[in-house]
């Protein structure tokens, strides 16, 4: 798990002041090269071993309203792995409270793009590391 804090700007708002429901898919997407970083040493690493992960699948839950200015702690972890493919569920909160979360389901393809495969064992290696008690789908 990756852990990072973020602050509500201004610019992610509505007119009242309250974070975009579609920033949260952002934050989580930061939150994904964050858990790279930490579990791989970065997503170039994944590049360069001859990988993409795309992302086939996104949802999320919105418990309460986040608001310009406020300071929101992330945690980003794997939640399911499978042969291909893998989810990072970012959840994020404010003074301990839990304001969202959001699930991404991403797939390995090659620089090709040309369907979904399995990635190296050194990639998969380091999700089942992170991963904890996950199982694979």
Not at 39 to 66: I, L
Not at 123 to 133: E, M, N, S
């Amino acid at each position: 798990m990756t852990a990072w804090e973020l602050r509500v700007r201004y610019h992610e708002c509505d007119p009242q002041g309250i974070a975009f429901n579609a920033g949260y898919f952002a934050w989580a997407d930061m939150g994904s090269f964050e858990f790279w970083r930490a579990a791989f040493g970065g997503y170039q690493r994944v590049v360069d071993a001859g990988f993409e992960n795309v992302v086939v699948a996104a949802e999320g839950s919105f418990r309460r309203p986040a608001r310009f200015d406020d300071l929101l702690h992330a945690t980003t972890e794997v939640s399911a792995i499978g042969r291909t493919s893998f989810a990072l569920t970012t959840r994020f909160t404010r003074h301990g409270d839990e304001v969202a979360s959001i699930t991404v389901r991403y797939v390995f393809v090659g620089h090709d793009l040309d369907g979904s495969m399995p990635p190296s064992d050194e990639i998969a290696a380091a999700l089942r590391r992170v991963a904890g008690d996950v199982t694979t789908d």
